[in-house]
């Protein structure tokens, strides 16, 4: 793993990066070690402007996009191997990666109202949407999409409709659920979307500060969360990940950390709080793990990604 220089001497001066597994005391308590940072601020190669989303694929290589709408990919230990941008994008910046079961990459480009399927290699393949509405095809701000085992894709939006559209592998509208409001099974931007073993459908209910899961159909099969900073409250979600080992992990960009929950909502502990340092984050985006258990955390405010284990 490359560490940027500031980091290895933090740790080297006993900068503790490993905590034992407890609660978020003070929003500092933490669980887990630091591996190493890499990125910092630029328009360059390998550098970030605000990265808003990631995915990783079945090659352990990372997306990575930014306010500028570049999109890079990198290897786990930051080596950037390259990258192009989104065809438009005076309107925003897409919010959300994914990467479907034949390892494209899926944007949501999110200011025009549609999610486009790239090749790994930058090529565009497929266009869903693209005109803003309510009607069955049609979006307002995506912010994500997740392929499911049958091929059926899932689209986030937020806005006027925070809502869930299904669609079948051949793009044909299925269904739709939700809504904007507090009650559960409506949504207040539905930022991060995530399938389990038993496709069950997980949704980061960012501005209602909870989970929901929802099973194909839309029915709603658990909600857990409420506002704050104590452990087990969450404060924007914006980003999660299941580890298949009854586990979720989820990044909170107003609480400036990750924290591990049981997936009936326990806290486990947490990771990380507002600053610049080492093992620090500020307002962290996006979450993603790798085949080796590795955690990557986008930490947007500081232009960077840290790597931890847990």
């Known amino acids: 793993m490359r560490i940027e220089r500031r980091s290895f001497l933090a740790l080297a001066l006993g900068m503790p990066a490993l905590a034992v597994l407890g609660g978020c005391d003070d929003d500092r308590g933490k669980v887990g070690r630091l591996r190493g940072t890499w990125g910092r601020s630029g328009v360059t190669d ?17 997306y990575i996009v930014d306010i500028t709408a570049r999109i890079q990919v990198f290897t786990t230990e930051g080596e950037f191997l ?19 079961r034949r390892g494209n990459l899926l944007v949501a480009d999110t200011h025009y109202y549609r999610v486009l399927t790239y090749s790994p290699q930058g090529e565009l393949l497929e266009t869903l949407g693209g005109t803003f509405g309510h009607a069955p095809g049609e979006f307002g701000f995506v912010t994500d999409a997740v392929e499911d085992a049958e091929g059926n894709l899932y689209v986030s939006e937020y806005g ?33 979307l995530a399938l389990d073993a038993e496709q069950h459908l997980w949704v980061s209910d960012a501005c209602n500060h909870r989970i929901q899961v929802f099973d194909g159909q839309g029915q709603l099969l658990t909600c857990w969360g409420t506002h704050g900073s104590a452990p087990g409250q969450l404060a924007y979600p914006y980003g999660l990940v299941l580890d298949g080992q009854g586990h979720v992990y989820v990044t909170e960009y107003g609480n400036h950390r990750v924290q591990k929950f049981t997936l009936d909502g326990q806290s486990l502990g947490c990771w990380g709080h507002d600053g610049r340092g080492p093992g620090e984050l500020l307002y962290p985006w996006a979450l993603t793990r790798d085949s080796q258990g590795h955690f990557y955390v986008l930490d947007t405010g500081n232009h960077r990604v840290q790597c931890f284990d847990l």
């Open 160 to 192: 006027e409709y925070d809502r869930i559209q299904k669609f079948s592998r051949d793009g044909k509208f299925l269904l739709e659920w939700g809504g904007h409001g507090t009650d559960t099974g409506q949504f207040s931007r539905p930022q991060c």
């Open 82 to 100: 390259r990258g192009w941008q989104t065809p438009v994008h005076a309107n925003g910046r897409p919010t959300g990666l994914g990467i479907d």
């Open 46 to 62: 390998g550098r970030f402007n605000k990265p808003r989303a990631m995915a990783i694929d079945g090659n352990d290589q990372i």
